[in-house]
């Protein structure tokens, strides 16, 4: 005779599945960003990465758990699961790519697929590829600080920062403004050229 209150067998899911690897240009070097994939328990899922660089990896992978909008099925992968990630790879490098700019795909998934890549490089391209000109972008030219589109549309580019090239400059080529959050600077061209001379007064004492 069944136990009336005997639990029901747990549900089994899939082991952690690579969804896709990244890769970087830095001055470092190629930077590896390396995504997984695993479902915990009913309608939840979380995504894993971790860094490789120079064959190390990172010990401490961020994990980030999202819901999802439908139960996966075991050992099958659902079409609301596939968007849901998808959509969470193209967040985290829309995020992203202000600091670390565009990655290369290094390597696909079953999941996540070459055409999936080319859908999302395409639209960055379209927001990354502009022939605007004008003296603030020169400026920023001559002085090797390489302006760089980031929302070509609404006038949004990135350059290098005059003070710490690790970090990007925030520019409105529009209204030929730029801010530093890091440096807690901001302005127009003058003031712009104004700080680079207070950088060099500081570099030759």
Not at 28 to 45: N, Q, S
Not at 135 to 152: C, K, T, V, W
Request: proline share 6%; with cysteine.
């Amino acid at each position: 005779m069944k136990n009336k209150h005997a639990s029901a067998p747990p549900k089994i899911y899939p082991r952690r599945k690579h969804l896709v690897t990244l890769e970087y240009r830095t001055p470092l070097g190629e930077v590896y960003l390396e995504l997984y994939y695993e479902v915990i328990k009913h309608h939840k899922f979380r995504i894993l990465s971790r860094v490789l660089l120079d064959d190390e990896y990172d010990r401490n992978p961020d994990i980030t758990e999202c819901p999802l909008k439908a139960d996966p099925q075991v050992y099958e992968l659902t079409d609301q699961l596939r968007l849901d990630l998808y959509e969470i790879v193209e967040q985290k490098i829309e995020r992203d790519r202000f600091t670390d700019g565009i990655p290369r795909l290094y390597q696909s998934s079953k999941v996540f697929t070459q055409n999936d890549w080319e859908r999302m490089r395409v639209q960055w391209t379209k927001k990354t590829v502009s022939d605007f000109t004008g003296p603030f972008i020169e400026f920023l030219n001559e002085n090797s600080l390489f302006p760089r589109p980031y929302d070509q549309e609404k006038g949004l580019w990135t350059a290098s920062c005059p003070n710490v090239s690790k970090h990007p400059l925030m520019l409105n080529v529009f209204e030929e403004q730029f801010g530093c959050g890091w440096c807690r600077k901001k302005g127009g061209l003058a003031e712009l050229k104004e700080w680079m001379e207070e950088i060099e007064r500081f570099k030759n004492k």
